[in-house]
């Protein structure tokens, strides 16, 4: 267990989950569709779609929004979504994983690769920077689940591999297959968790200075308000301090 990260987590940027409450929603409710299609349709009955279902009512998602996205897997006229991985270069070298899910790869692929190009970007082969992450299970839980080290004690008590807590939250780190398992344990000890999914985590971060860190982050918002574009994974890190400088 490496303790308690001081660097901010390397997924999102402040303001990032601001986004607009329709769009998000769509996200999730492609999510919901596509889990419970892969699987059986009962949340309890598989991981993927509990994790989606939650992620969904943490964003205050209603319920029969929830169902229905649900029901949709099983409708015989139902869009067919498959699961897309893109990888590619921002600027200042940084690394970027972006996942999609999507009914229509040719409109997703140039959606993606313009966003890459238009800003000081370049998409790469299959490959090409998913080597410099580990694949993992991450639980995040809001910063008023706990102080630091009540989190990291029933984080070690649930069989997890890594904590990183500061005062956007916590996020918890486990191997793919002890997701699900501490999920639960943690849900037990902590209340229920805001999100529950698999992950890409950097092995090496890169710091990105002034010069680059305005145009990366137009990077990632530009592929992150893509209706396709489930989430973007970053080895990047912005400094406080530029952060505030871009405003």
Same mark, same amino acid.
């Given at each position: 267990?490496?303790?308690?990260?001081?660097?901010?987590?390397?997924?999102?940027?402040?303001?990032?989950?601001?986004?607009?409450?329709?769009a998000?929603?769509?996200?999730?409710?492609?999510?919901?569709?596509?889990?419970?299609?892969?699987?059986?349709? =009962?949340?309890?009955?598989?991981?993927?779609?509990?994790?989606?279902?939650?992620?969904?009512?943490?964003?205050?998602?209603?319920?029969?929004?929830?169902?229905?996205?649900?029901?949709k897997?099983?409708?015989?006229?139902g869009?067919?979504?498959e699961?897309?991985?893109?990888?590619?270069?921002?600027?200042? +070298?940084?690394?970027?994983?972006?996942?999609?899910?999507?009914?229509?790869?040719?409109?997703?692929?140039?959606?993606?690769?313009?966003?890459?190009?238009?800003? +000081?970007?370049?998409l790469?082969?299959?490959?090409?920077?998913?080597?410099?992450?580990?694949?993992?299970?991450?639980?995040?839980?809001?910063a008023?689940?706990?102080?630091? =080290?009540?989190?990291?004690?029933?984080?070690?008590?649930?069989?997890?591999?890594?904590?990183e807590?500061?005062?956007? +939250?916590?996020?918890?780190?486990?191997?793919? =297959?002890?997701?699900?398992?501490?999920?639960?344990?943690?849900?037990?000890?902590?209340?229920e968790?805001?999100?529950?999914?698999?992950?890409?985590?950097?092995?090496?971060?890169?710091?990105?200075?002034?010069?680059?860190?305005?145009?990366?982050?137009?990077l990632?918002?530009?592929?992150?308000?893509?209706?396709?574009?489930?989430?973007?994974?970053?080895?990047?890190?912005?400094? =406080?301090?530029?952060?505030?400088?871009?405003?």
């Amino acid at each position: 267990m490496a303790g308690h990260s001081k660097f901010k987590n390397i997924m999102y940027r402040k303001g990032a989950q601001d986004k607009k409450r329709s769009a998000m929603f769509s996200k999730l409710s492609r999510e919901i569709t596509v889990a419970a299609k892969m699987g059986l349709p =009962d949340p309890d009955m598989n991981a993927r779609l509990r994790a989606a279902v939650n992620a969904a009512k943490a964003q205050s998602m209603p319920k029969d929004n929830i169902q229905r996205s649900i029901d949709k897997a099983s409708a015989s006229d139902g869009e067919n979504y498959e699961e897309v991985r893109y990888e590619g270069f921002g600027p200042g +070298g940084v690394s970027l994983v972006v996942e999609a899910l999507t009914d229509n790869r040719n409109r997703t692929a140039t959606n993606v690769r313009t966003a890459f190009s238009k800003n +000081g970007g370049n998409l790469g082969a299959s490959g090409s920077v998913s080597h410099g992450f580990d694949r993992l299970g991450l639980i995040e839980f809001p910063a008023s689940a706990g102080n630091d =080290d009540q989190v990291f004690e029933a984080a070690i008590e649930a069989g997890a591999d890594d904590v990183e807590s500061d005062e956007d +939250g916590h996020r918890i780190w486990t191997s793919i =297959d002890d997701l699900h398992a501490v999920a639960r344990a943690l849900e037990a000890a902590l209340g229920e968790p805001e999100g529950v999914k698999l992950a890409w985590r950097a092995r090496t971060n890169v710091e990105v200075g002034e010069e680059d860190a305005g145009q990366l982050l137009k990077l990632v918002d530009t592929l992150e308000e893509d209706d396709d574009v489930q989430t973007v994974w970053g080895n990047y890190e912005v400094p =406080d301090e530029v952060l505030e400088k871009l405003g």
